[in-house]
T-cell receptor, first 112, second 113 residues
């Protein structure tokens, strides 16, 4: 079965630093989703990537999907305390489905 | 500000008791998902509905879990009887058709002692 692995599992950075979170699949991804979760809250949708080589940005967060559609990265530029939380990648299990599986999550802490 | 609401937010119960969790999807959304999140397993899809009809419940233990949508504004997830291993945070999410954006509720934190 398809699994999503995220790295690193946790990350502690100083405010202002850049960081990257990776999400890797053993199989081709049919849609890759990035969500953010704050402690005690639900997930907030960030971005969705579908095409190989696709890149999207929202404010200081950029997500990319590689050409083979098996790896995605989430890059935060000039991190802020508001970026702290758990980042999860999710992927459609098959083509044209809304059933998602999720990665193990990356816990990000940003200190002043 | 449209949001998915879930009740209760926290539930502590004893093993063997029935637990019912409720979800109100965003008005107009026709797809509802139930997820469970634990430290060990991460976030797992339990079941989901479209237009109130169950599309997939393969992730749900059938012997004790049941999910329903009595109407378009209410989804329920029931556990009977509950067991300590059911302790987790249960999330409901809603969306429209196959839109890729799922809107998550705040979750119900369940503790079974």
């Amino acid at each position: 079965s398809q699994e999503l692995e995220q790295s690193p599992q946790s990350l502690i950075v100083q405010e202002g630093k850049n960081l990257t979170i990776n999400c890797t699949s053993s199989k081709t991804l049919y849609g890759l989703y990035w969500y953010k979760q704050k402690y005690g809250e639900g997930l907030i949708f960030l971005m969705m990537l579908q095409k190989g080589g696709e890149e999207k940005s929202h404010e200081k967060i950029t997500a990319k999907l590689d050409e083979k559609k098996q790896q995605s990265s989430l890059h935060i530029t000039a991190s802020q305390p508001s970026h702290a939380g758990i980042y999860l990648c999710g992927a459609a299990k098959t083509y044209n489905t809304d059933k998602l599986i999720f990665g193990t999550g990356t816990r990000l802490q940003v200190f002043p | 500000d449209a949001r998915v609401t879930q009740t209760p937010r926290h539930k502590v119960t004893e093993m063997g008791q029935e637990v019912t969790m409720r979800c109100q999807p965003i008005l107009g959304h026709n797809t509802v998902f139930w997820y469970r999140q634990t430290m060990m397993q991460g976030l797992e899809l339990l079941a989901y509905f479209r237009n109130r009809a169950p599309l997939d419940d393969s992730g749900m233990p059938k012997d004790r879990f049941s999910a329903e949508m009595p109407d378009a504004t209410l989804a329920t997830l029931k556990i009977q009887p509950s067991e300590p291993r059911d302790s987790a945070v249960y999330f409901c999410a809603s969306g429209f058709d196959r839109s890729y954006e799922q809107y998550f509720g705040p979750g119900t934190r369940l503790t079974v002692t």
